[in-house]
């Protein structure tokens, strides 16, 4: 990761981080164990937990806490009271930066830590769900502390989300599964970022690409892009496989589970597990039985078979390992840049959603492009004149 690398030498030179305290809660896996570590290393106090009860690598956090003496607390697979106490147990450092996924550490310092809030100078958020619901924080004027939105950085979700959520994604349905890709019909759930990965590699492997969308533009996009669209009702009734990556509830509930095609696949790679709707699915299912690891057969009340893959939890890290490291380099180059940035732009800051820097996007894209030995060219002074007369060639 040597971009990251890079940044955190830079913050740890800087001595910007020294004895700060900072809770974090995201994906608990090896690239995350890096950012965490880096951090540490540049002088903060860190805590981390998951922000996913299926996302820990049980491996990580053990060396985390033993090898490296950072406080994880995260297991593969805990329940919802486990969950919630180990991100009590990241709040118990009084943190002065949240690193979130999700927004989950934001909710409980809003919501039954408010005597915390007063500590916090500001936070980070990775993914689009956890953005969602700070906009809506910030709309209802609820948001009390600055947090820097790292998702709609360019160098994060036009690589994470598009190559890393497409990749990983697969890599959970391939372990899970061990079914063929080509010649199925596969139906991806939202034309985000995230959903236009997901639509390349399924492409890609040779699958029959249906998109659902309730967004015209990226409706008509995705049809440019080569793929059907069509709603989910009757996609439902082609689908091999349907994963979903909305961001958004009950995407595939019982008004489609009637129609669904014996023997789909359903896997979902947003970030909560309430895409594909388990009480809808559960309402109208006679039987269920673990039919292979992360694998449960759910045999309908009209006869008919689906298989859900990883609980409907995000299937790229609760079967799969997440996105690449050469991916992740880049997402958690711009967390260190953000954290960072609010330390130094702390008085300028309000309590409000930020995009990050476009110098930041640009200083990761310069050292990811030193990193893959990429050069470019550079416009000349009479190209930066031209560009900036706008009388000249008329």
């Not at 697979?77 to 106490?85: K, L, P, Q």
Request: charge should be negative.
């Amino acid at each position: 990761m040597d971009v990251l690398n890079q940044i955190g030498q830079e913050i740890k030179d800087n001595g910007t981080l020294d004895g700060l305290k900072i809770g974090m809660a995201l994906h608990v896996e090896a690239k995350t164990g890096i950012l965490a570590l880096t951090l540490q290393e540049a002088g903060a106090k860190v805590r981390l937990a998951s922000c996913n009860p299926l996302s820990t690598d049980d491996s990580v956090a053990l060396a985390l806490n033993e090898e490296y003496g950072l406080e994880t607390y995260a297991k593969k697979g805990e329940d919802r009271d486990e969950y919630y106490s180990n991100l009590e147990n990241v709040l118990a450092i009084d943190p002065e930066l949240t690193i979130d996924d999700g927004g989950d550490l934001i909710y409980l310092l809003h919501t039954s830590h408010r005597d915390k809030l007063a500590r916090v100078i500001g936070g980070n958020e990775e993914t689009t769900t956890g953005i969602i619901r700070l906009k809506a924080m910030e709309a209802e004027g609820k948001l009390e502390y600055p947090v820097f939105a790292v998702n709609n950085a360019q160098m994060k979700y036009l690589f994470d989300n598009r190559y890393g959520t497409g990749q990983s994604t697969f890599d959970g349905v391939l372990t899970a599964t061990n079914l063929t890709i080509a010649g199925n019909i596969f139906v991806v759930a939202g034309y985000g970022w995230c959903g236009r990965g997901i639509a390349m590699r399924a492409q890609g492997l040779g699958a029959n690409v249906i998109v659902t969308e309730i967004d015209p533009v990226k409706a008509v996009e995705a049809r440019m892009d080569g793929f059907r669209v069509m709603p989910m009702s009757e996609a439902v009734k082609e689908a091999d496989f349907i994963v979903s990556v909305t961001g958004c509830k009950d995407v595939v509930s019982k008004k489609h589970f009637n129609d669904i095609k014996d023997g789909c696949v359903l896997a979902n790679s947003g970030h909560f597990d309430n895409e594909i709707s388990k009480a809808d699915l559960d309402e109208i299912t006679v039987s269920k039985t673990i039919v292979r690891e992360f694998v449960e057969e759910y045999k309908l009340n009209n006869g008919k078979r689906v298989y859900l893959l990883g609980e409907g939890r995000l299937v790229n890290l609760a079967v799969g390992q997440g996105h690449p490291v050469e991916i992740m380099d880049m997402s958690f180059a711009i967390q260190a840049g953000c954290a960072e940035r609010i330390i130094t732009h702390k008085d300028e800051l309000q309590p409000k959603v930020y995009d990050v820097p476009s110098d930041m996007d640009e200083k990761v894209a310069r050292l990811k492009m030193k990193a893959l030995g990429v050069e470019i060219d550079s416009l000349t002074e009479a190209q930066i004149s031209y560009l900036n007369d706008w009388q000249e060639g008329t």
